[in-house]
Nanobody, 126 residues
Framework: QAQVTESGGGLVQIGESLRLSCVASGRTPNTYTWAWFRQAPGKEREFVARLVSSGITDYADSVKGRFTISTGTTRNTMYLQMNTVKPEDAAVYYC????????????????????WGQGTQVTVSS
């Protein structure tokens, strides 16, 4: 089972951009789903975006058109480009990795993912 580690969180101003990174160590499956979830204080962890090894991407409505999920030159690295950041984007962001491909339903389920990072804080300022 791969271990994943996020980085790139920090303070960002409203309307600005931030890029989060996630790296998997250990064995990365040939078919997989990468995902980002986030959790704001007092709220449940929610789906943000996913990327399937087939190339399919999927976004929460709240970030569609502003965030982009992608992989690096290898499948071990994954990014979340956050543009036009809003106050409601402030949260702890978690990257997750699942073995195998997911559907639009299963890919949004926390329980589908075997590997989770520790989270990286994104703070939005005015």
């Amino acid at each position: 089972q791969a271990q994943v580690t996020e980085s790139g969180g920090g303070l960002v101003q409203i309307g600005e951009s931030l890029r989060l990174s996630c790296v998997a160590s250990g064995r990365t499956p040939n078919t997989y789903t990468w995902a980002w979830f986030r959790q704001a204080p007092g709220k449940e962890r929610e789906f943000v975006a996913r990327l399937v090894s087939s190339g399919i991407t999927d976004y929460a409505d709240s970030v569609k058109g502003r965030f982009t999920i992608s992989t690096g030159t290898t499948r071990n690295t994954m990014y979340l480009q956050m543009n036009t950041v809003k106050p409601e984007d402030a949260a702890v962001y978690y990257c997750a990795l699942a073995i195998g491909q997911t559907t639009a339903v299963t890919g949004r389920q926390i329980t589908r993912y075997e590997s989770w990072g520790q989270g990286t804080q994104v703070t939005v300022s005015s």
